[in-house]
């Protein structure tokens, strides 16, 4: 059985959806930059928002530096690149602090902010790339706001240049016992060699800090960064030059301070956590990481599907429409799916399938022998629903 795709960069390309440009650069703008600029948002006195604004690229942008001057109402942003489409231009995105599809670019606080690539690499953002701008809006002042804030992606047109791209850190085994003080750990062996520029940490609310050790193989562990104190809302990538060797043993400790009177797992919303550290690293072309998911699943190890599940190709679709044979450009699946066939995901010599990106768990699937799982090469992070029959054994079952 074929693996899901070679990278997870080939979904970014192909499920965004097109759209106008208004977002770029006009004929008469700087032709070296790209705009990202959210339409007007009103932020009421004394009031905080959260909203995305998302848009899809009409050209090939490859970005050599990211450059944002602060906004007023503007108390952290986050630029991302999205896997899964989100809604084109302005949304309300309250009911969550971050999704596993959002694949971080840009970030930063308060104040100016700017993130200047190695003179060899450059974030590569293919023709029909949706990016997304989450903006955390706080307006203290005593009256109603309005603001269009952008951020300027500075374009190199040296095609030379090695890609950059994630290779992440972090675990989802997070369990905080309510009115307590807890940590969660992730310890991972490097698979391959990795030069990194660049960490952004991220938990949530309930975060203090954020340690990174790590080790050659046989040798005691050594910090190499530290997030101390955790702030949710100035979160910013900060540079680095760390070279890791296959074999090398890293470890991310995230220590949280749980004041409600609940237990907090890990989850995408407010009231949830998270723990990872975002590496942005030189001459990648998928995302990638050393993560712990899924309770202690190993993703190299692999899960042969359930020979109960029946054979590829003869599989029934669910009630979603999740198994439903498909054909590349055909459009047959149901709004929210894409055909395999369109994605290079569908095994030797089967017809291709619809499928689901985008799940945490198989309940979110719909039943009917579908499955959620989490393909290798996304290190976790990304999970999908298909036919428990056409599940390569490396797309790992979601508990």
Not at 65 to 91: C, M, N, Q, W
Not at 110 to 127: E, I, T
Not at 165 to 172: C, N, S, V
Not at 203 to 218: D, I, K, P, Q, R
């Amino acid at each position: 059985m074929a693996r899901l795709s070679s990278t997870l960069a080939v979904v970014v390309a192909a499920l965004a959806i097109a759209s106008c440009s208004s977002s770029e650069s006009s004929p008469e703008s700087d032709p070296n930059t790209l705009v990202v600029q959210s339409d007007a948002v009103t932020v009421p006195a004394g009031s905080e928002r959260y909203m995305c604004y998302a848009h899809t690229l009409t050209e090939d942008v490859y970005v050599d530096r990211f450059d944002y001057s602060a906004r007023p109402i503007v108390h952290h942003f986050l630029l991302a690149k999205t896997l899964t489409p989100e809604p084109e231009g302005l949304t309300d995105c309250s009911d969550v602090l971050f999704r596993f599809s959002w694949l971080p670019l840009f970030g930063a606080g308060k104040g100016d902010a700017q993130l200047q690539l190695p003179d060899d690499s450059a974030v590569v953002l293919p023709k029909g790339t949706q990016v997304l701008l989450q903006l955390h809006l706080l307006n203290t002042t005593s009256k109603d706001v309005t603001d269009r804030p952008k951020i300027t992606l500075h374009k190199t047109q040296d095609r030379t240049r090695m890609p950059a791209g994630i290779y992440a850190f972090g675990t989802d085994k997070i369990a905080l016992q309510p009115n307590a003080k807890g940590s969660a750990v992730d310890d991972c062996t490097m698979s391959e060699d990795v030069e990194l520029f660049g960490l952004l940490a991220h938990m949530h609310y309930l975060g203090e800090n954020l340690v990174f050790e790590t080790a050659s193989a046989g040798a005691a562990l050594e910090q190499r960064y530290r997030k101390d104190p955790w702030n949710f809302d100035t979160q910013i990538i900060e540079p680095v030059s760390l070279k890791l060797k296959a074999g090398d043993q890293t470890r991310v400790t995230c220590n949280y301070d749980n004041s409600t009177p609940g237990d907090i797992g890990f989850g995408e919303s407010s009231s949830d956590e998270m723990c990872f550290l975002v590496g942005f690293a030189k001459n990648r072309t998928s995302l990638d990481g050393c993560l712990t998911f899924g309770g202690g699943g190993d993703l190299d190890g692999g899960v042969p599907p359930d020979p109960d599940a029946g054979i590829c190709g003869e599989q029934q679709e669910n009630s979603t429409g999740i198994g439903r044979t498909c054909s590349k450009g055909g459009g047959e699946c149901a709004s929210g799916q894409v055909c395999s066939s369109d994605q290079g995901q569908t095994p030797d010599g089967s017809p291709g399938f619809c499928l689901k990106i985008g799940c945490s768990a198989t309940a979110d699937c719909g039943g009917g022998g579908a499955t959620c799982c989490a393909p290798a090469e996304g290190g976790g992070v990304i999970k999908i629903c298909v036919p428990e029959a056409c599940r390569p054994a490396d797309c790992i079952p979601a508990e």
